[in-house]
């Protein structure tokens, strides 16, 4: 990450930190580990909310996902600037991850997959509960939800419909992250 990027993250992470919710953005550790839970091989779309400065969209890249299949949600005008920049290809949508109807309308579903590098924590458990379970409802069958967290347990527990995982624990990431996956129960 170039060091003009670094000091746009710092100088939003001081402006707004509930917005932002780290010290530092996400390392590429984490990303890679984010990313390596989206199956490349499943047909369609891959949402990322709160792409902040790009890093785990570009691991999405990486892992062989098309820019052309990624849609990233940033509230942030900076932020989503940067991510236009730095990963040509990619749809960049300015707008509200907890509104994904208004921001990316009603059609918007059958997700290949779903990242999250919001800062679920800082938000209350019910608010929390409606943008996962929102984004559950968006998904291929078998798709995941991942979302990363500085958290010990995942941001809001399974239920007889969805199941949450433990994907991963990157301790090269300041501060170490843990990786959840949710998945949508096929019979629950």
Request: proline letters at 9%.
């Amino acid at each position: 990450m170039a060091l003009s990027e670094f000091g746009r993250f710092l100088r939003t992470a001081i402006a707004h930190p509930r917005k932002v919710g780290a010290i530092a953005p996400s390392s590429p550790a984490l990303a890679r580990a984010i990313a390596a839970q989206v199956d490349p091989a499943m047909p369609g779309k891959v949402l990322e909310l709160g792409p902040g400065t790009g890093v785990i969209t570009q691991a999405l890249i990486n892992r062989g996902i098309a820019p052309e299949r990624i849609v990233a949600v940033e509230y942030d005008r900076d932020f989503a600037s940067l991510v236009e920049k730095r990963c040509p290809g990619v749809r960049v949508v300015r707008g509200d991850a907890f509104d994904l109807d208004a921001t990316l309308g009603r059609d918007a579903k059958e997700f290949a997959g779903i990242v999250s590098g919001l800062p679920l924590l800082n938000h209350t458990p019910h608010r929390r509960r409606m943008l996962i379970e929102d984004a559950l409802r968006r998904l291929k069958p078998g798709a995941p939800y991942v979302q990363f967290s500085y958290g010990l347990q995942p941001s809001i527990p399974g239920t007889s419909r969805y199941s949450v995982t433990r994907a991963a624990i990157i301790w090269n990431n300041l501060p170490p992250a843990r990786v959840w996956v949710y998945r949508n129960k096929i019979n629950g």
